[in-house]
């Protein structure tokens, strides 16, 4: 398998894994708009999340395997960004919409790439970086400085950007032996401990959840578990720079969703500002597969331009 093979199946594999957490997202989105705060949806979300992963363990390495890992402060600090990010995330369904929240979260795979360079001293030629700071206009167009007061829920998903980059950073760092159980594993029980004190203390306990909203969460647990094993996995297996993209089909779904299910349509800087982070994206994209055929036909690339 050659490399542009090898990259286009983990992105592949990406776009499967974002395409659940989407559709977990829906029902995310659906709760939180019955009155449930992000802390009891992340509580709960994370109880039946650690549930479904006990369950499947024996068959994904076993948990005896999970906690041998060498890198447990390692996950333990991706269990806490992924935390932070799913409060975000909630908080910008209901203040922003799906469309908006996804968008702004799609500033992530472009620090992904910038962190790749500092952290892991993965090397880049101008078209990426172009494509990289094409991405953040893009963002800076969704925003809009100046000609209106940011939201502090759009100044969240930025932070959840940087939370969601760094975690895919971690995964690179951990690196392929520790067994996809140990990632989510600990991801899960990082949030069922920080979620349940939070919500002790806020008095989140005091009513609980009626059967029907338990199965929404329980289903935001099944498409979130298939969706974690994907992206981990892609992850995993290809160059984060390469992989990060792919994020960017959740903005299909979340605009797609959100108009059909919760009548959310987006507005026209959002809509081209999206637009610009998306072609960005599939340019980085576009630009690997032409590196690598070049590099098949014999041709020598030249200070590191890719």
């Known amino acids: 398998m050659n490399d542009f093979s090898h990259a286009l199946k983990g992105m592949l594999l990406a776009a499967f894994g974002f395409s659940l957490f989407s559709m977990g997202d829906v029902f995310s989105k659906y709760i939180a708009d019955e009155g449930y705060t992000p802390v009891q949806i992340g509580f709960w979300a994370s109880t039946f999340a650690l549930i479904g992963f006990l369950s ?179 992850f995993n297996q290809t160059e984060t720079a390469l992989v990060a993209p792919v994020h960017y089909i959740q903005l299909l779904w979340g605009i797609l969703f959100g108009y059909v299910l919760f009548d959310t349509a987006i507005d026209l800087w959002t809509g081209v500002g999206a637009a610009i982070i998306v072609l960005s994206g599939i340019y980085m994209i576009w630009r690997e597969k032409v590196k690598n055929a070049e590099l098949n036909r014999g041709t020598t690339a030249l200070g590191g331009m890719d």
Not at 121 to 142: C, D, M, P, T
Not at 171 to 182: F, S
Not at 197 to 224: C, E, R, W
Request: proline share 4%; charged share 10%; net charge positive.
């Open 56 to 234: 499947i363990a024996p068959e994904v390495g076993g948990l005896k395997q999970a906690f041998q890992s060498k890198h447990k402060k390692l996950h333990f600090v991706r269990g806490l960004l992924g935390m932070c990010v799913f409060f975000f995330v909630i908080n910008g369904f209901v203040k922003l919409g799906m469309a908006m929240t996804y968008t702004l979260l799609f500033a992530g795979p472009f620090i992904a790439a910038l962190l790749s360079v500092v952290i892991l001293k993965e090397r880049f030629g101008v078209h990426r970086w172009v494509s990289i700071a094409v991405g953040f206009i893009g963002v800076l167009v969704v925003l809009r400085p100046g000609s209106s007061p940011v939201d502090i829920a759009a100044l969240g998903m930025l932070l959840a950007a940087f939370f969601h980059a760094s975690s895919s950073i971690i995964i690179r760092k951990i690196g392929n032996n520790d067994p996809i159980i140990a990632f989510a594993i600990f991801n899960a029980m990082t949030s069922f401990v920080f979620f349940g004190i939070i919500n002790y203390v806020q008095g989140g306990f005091d009513k609980l959840p009626d059967i029907p909203h338990l199965t929404f969460f329980a289903s935001v647990m099944f498409f979130h578990i298939g969706g974690t094993f994907a992206v981990t996995r892609a």
